[in-house]
């Protein structure tokens, strides 16, 4: 397993009543089956129950966006988490699909005002999208996940010293 590159000042636990939604592509499945189960982990690991967590599958990466958006909307979550795989092939379909989730899913975050994680998997191999699955280099599904918590106790802190009005 990989250092951590980023790891959080300190211990994080989810907020009690914190609410999660994930969203996942079934499209590289084997690949992304296994970041979903990092988030899940990561979650359970950190305070949340399986009732504060919302899963909901998707055919492919360029549907993230939609899904996040609709969920982010429901005002029902705290922050959702987007996981996908998208794997170089020998066209260009790899740089509009993978460009066009990552611009979607920040817009959604923007304009819904909710954290949504980008937990997409950009990979040149299915060899690189496995190391990051779980592999060598740990796995981005977990790793979304904390972010995930660390962005609703930011929200949560913003709240409380009166910058924002955002509540749980």
Known sequence: MSEDRNPPLQEVTAPA????????????RAVVSKLLEGAKDCLSERGVTDESVYVVEVPGAWELPYAAQQLAQSRRFDAVIALGAVIR????????????TALGLGRVALDAGV????????TDDEAQAF?????AHGNKGRDAA???????????KLADDGI?????
């Open 89 to 100: 092939g020998g066209t260009p379909h790899f740089d509009f699909v993978s460009q066009g």
């Open 131 to 135: 190391e990051r699955a779980g592999g």
């Open 115 to 122: 954290p949504v994680i980008f937990g997409l998997l950009t």
């Open 164 to 168: 924002t009005t955002k509540r749980p």
């Open 146 to 156: 904390l972010t995930a918590i660390e962005m609703v106790i930011l929200d949560r």
């Open 17 to 28: 009543n914190a609410r999660f939604a994930i969203v996942w592509s079934r499209f590289n």
